[in-house]
């Protein structure tokens, strides 16, 4: 355990986990891949897989995973234990929550972030370790920027 | 003491209906309307419709001046981000949760929940007692020992009707401890190297799920014929 912590390269291919899959998560998956990176992307829905680059689930450095993000068996056919990188994309802020919870406390996830797109919530994560993103922020800055000018 | 209790399912209604019962103050967050219904024809005007995370929902429970949180939703990402909210954003001195998954109570415990009900391992330990005649019973996990001690108790079983059973020969490891010896009468005593056990005595002991497995071994083998 300690070994691969000291072994593994800090840049360079990683194992990747994204929880949800949606027009953004399939987008950071793409990216990933380009980077070099092996991707695994959980969704009880397998129809949302339709968002994925079909040529990147064929080479299979897309995988999709039929599952839930909060259960350890689900986690654990996407590899969690040998994961560099999870992000939990999901519409769901609060089920986002727990993944990355999970991927610090029970694998020990290295890099862990999370959607949450409820601002009140979004600020509290921090105090708890969870590296929480507002995407709906982001793009209503820009939306903002837009109609302000 | 105010109380909110996130989810007002049966479990919710029933802990609602003790705490009022005892005199206490309390709310109950639901995000269906029917169930709000049904709760305040329950336990008097307490619901507060809509959903736990959004905090002006807490608020208007009365997050600020709550002693308690207690989560009770079949979600456990609801019933953490419940206790989190109300840890983090409204400083409530208690917070507790059931948690529906297993595989989430070393998480639960690690992200500073204060009581965890495990309802699956509940319901196991409730099951196994009733079908078996199970002469160890795991009472309560004792938690914060930081090596899974539970208090136990040991029923003597009839097979001990016609002989005794020193308390001094229960195989007890190290680590493992009687605290309390309660006779078939009602009587109690402390633990005492003379007291010899009968058939329908009870013992409760503090230990692991190895002593667990080692009492219920040596007690099946019976009382030994001398």
């Given at each position: 355990m300690i070994m691969s912590q000291i072994t593994?390269?800090?840049?360079?291919p990683k194992n990747a986990i994204i929880i949800g899959c949606n027009i953004l998560s399939s987008s950071i998956a793409s990216s990933l891949v380009e980077q070099g990176d092996k991707v695994y992307v959980l969704d009880p829905?397998?129809?949302?897989?339709?968002?994925?680059?079909e040529a990147k689930v064929e080479s299979q450095r897309i995988v999709p995973i039929v599952g839930d993000g909060s259960s350890r068996k689900d986690l654990e056919r996407a590899n969690a234990s040998d994961t560099d990188v999870l992000l939990?994309?999901?519409?769901d802020d609060i089920h986002n929550a727990l993944v990355a919870q999970i991927a610090k406390h029970?694998?020990?996830?290295?890099i862990v972030a999370c959607r949450i797109d409820d601002r009140k919530l979004q600020k509290m994560y921090p105090a708890l370790g969870v590296h929480a993103i507002n995407t709906a922020d982001i793009s209503s800055e820009l939306f903002l920027d837009t109609a302000g000018s | 003491m105010h109380t909110i209790i996130v989810g007002g399912e049966k479990i919710g209604v029933s802990i609602g209906e003790w705490l009022v019962s005892e005199g206490h103050e309390i709310a109950v967050i639901d995000f269906d309307k029917n169930a709000c219904t049904n709760i305040d024809e329950a336990l008097g005007a307490v619901s507060v419709f809509g959903v736990c995370m959004n905090v002006n929902v807490l608020q208007k429970a009365g997050a600020e001046r709550a002693d308690v949180v207690i989560a009770t939703t079949t979600r456990d990402d609801v019933n953490l981000a419940a206790c989190q909210i109300a840890k983090q954003m409204?400083?409530?001195p208690r917070t507790v949760s059931i948690i529906?998954?297993?595989?989430?109570a070393d998480l639960f415990d690690s992200l500073g929940i204060d009581l965890i009900v495990n309802l699956t391992n509940l319901l196991t330990s409730h099951i196994q007692e009733g079908i078996t005649?199970?002469?160890?019973?795991?009472?309560?996990p004792i938690s914060?020992?930081?090596?899974?001690?539970s208090l136990l108790m040991l029923r003597v079983p009839r097979e001990y009707s016609n002989s005794t059973l020193p308390?001094?020969?229960?195989?007890?490891?190290?680590?493992a401890a009687v605290t309390l010896v309660i006779r078939r009468d009602g009587t109690v005593s402390f633990p005492d190297e003379t007291i010899m056990l009968q058939a329908g005595d009870e013992v409760l002991l503090i230990g692991s799920d190895v002593v667990e497995r080692e009492l219920r071994d040596f007690v099946a083998r019976g009382p030994t014929i001398i």
């Open positions: 593994r390269p800090l840049m360079g829905d397998d129809r949302a897989f339709d968002w994925l680059e939990a994309l999901s519409e029970t694998y020990q996830t290295r | 409204y400083h409530v529906n998954d297993q595989d989430n005649s199970n002469v160890v019973a795991q009472l309560m914060g020992t930081g090596n899974e001690k308390l001094k020969s229960l195989p007890l490891p190290e680590g």
